[in-house]
């Protein structure tokens, strides 16, 4: 039995993952719909991909794992690095909108 996750690669180091882990929270909100004020923008945050030395490092502690969601990047990385939009990777759950 083999994991589907050939495509996956590692959120941190881009080597191929070895596995998912949940993130500490599923759930991001993203605020309003532009389209529709009353109606509020959930969004459910996939699994974070990573290889076999990052998992052991996230469940160590020594990796604390971010997320960037401007529309450009909505991927994984260490946070306090930059992604790939020049903004650094936040908390999860953290509310950082402008
Ligand atoms: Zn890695
Ligand atoms: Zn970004």
Redesign the pocket.
């Known amino acids: 039995m083999t994991p589907n996750a050939t495509d996956l690669s590692c959120a941190i180091c881009g080597a191929p993952a070895t596995g998912t882990v949940e993130p500490a929270r599923k759930t991001l909100a993203r605020g309003l719909d532009p389209a529709d004020p009353s109606y509020s923008v959930t969004v459910i945050l996939p699994d974070i991909a990573l290889c076999a030395a990052h998992t052991h490092d996230l469940r160590d502690g020594g990796l604390l794992v971010g997320w960037?969601?401007?529309p450009?990047?909505?991927?994984y990385?260490e946070i306090g690095e930059?992604?790939?939009?020049?903004?650094p990777?936040t908390k999860v759950g953290a509310r950082n909108r402008a």
């Open positions: 960037c969601d401007d450009r990047c909505r991927m990385g930059p992604s790939p939009c020049g903004d990777y």
